[in-house]
């Protein structure tokens, strides 16, 4: 089992930056991958990001390349997401998760049934 932690949420004026952060416990060395995910109100949740455990490879959806770095700290079972030029749009819950699934491609890690460790969510609200 993995137990995740997600913090750093906050309000915050369009432009403004925030980093979250999402501390690991337990069978963290199970984990194949950790990813960024976020739901906005009546709508689907929606993948931001995600880091391999082994390379360190990083993945991005489109609308947050350029403004958000994700990044892990081995020694703290801690990942991040810098989030910098923040838009109204980026309003959201954000959760962070954890997959102990091996797939050969990237695609299947920007899905939420590659992860099976959720953190509890932190709202994240940006107004314009």
């Known amino acids: 089992q993995v137990q995740l932690v997600d913090t750093g949420g906050g309000l915050v004026q369009a432009g403004g930056s925030l980093r979250l952060s999402c501390a690991a416990s337990g069978r963290t060395f199970s984990s194949s991958a950790m990813a960024w995910f976020r739901q906005a109100p009546g709508k689907e949740r929606e993948f931001v990001s995600a880091?391999?455990?082994?390379?360190?490879?990083?993945y991005y959806v489109d609308s947050v390349k350029g403004r958000f770095t994700i990044s892990r700290d081995n020694a703290k079972n801690t990942m991040y997401l810098q989030m910098n030029s923040l838009k109204p749009e980026d309003t959201a819950v954000y959760y962070c998760?954890?997959?102990?699934?091996?797939?050969?491609?990237?695609?299947?890690?920007?899905?939420?049934?590659?992860?099976?460790?959720w953190g509890q969510g932190t709202q994240v609200t940006v107004s314009s």
């Open positions: 880091i391999m455990w082994s390379g360190g490879s990083t």
């Open positions: 998760a954890a997959s102990s699934r091996i797939s050969g491609g990237a695609y299947f890690y920007t899905k939420p049934y590659a992860y099976n460790y």
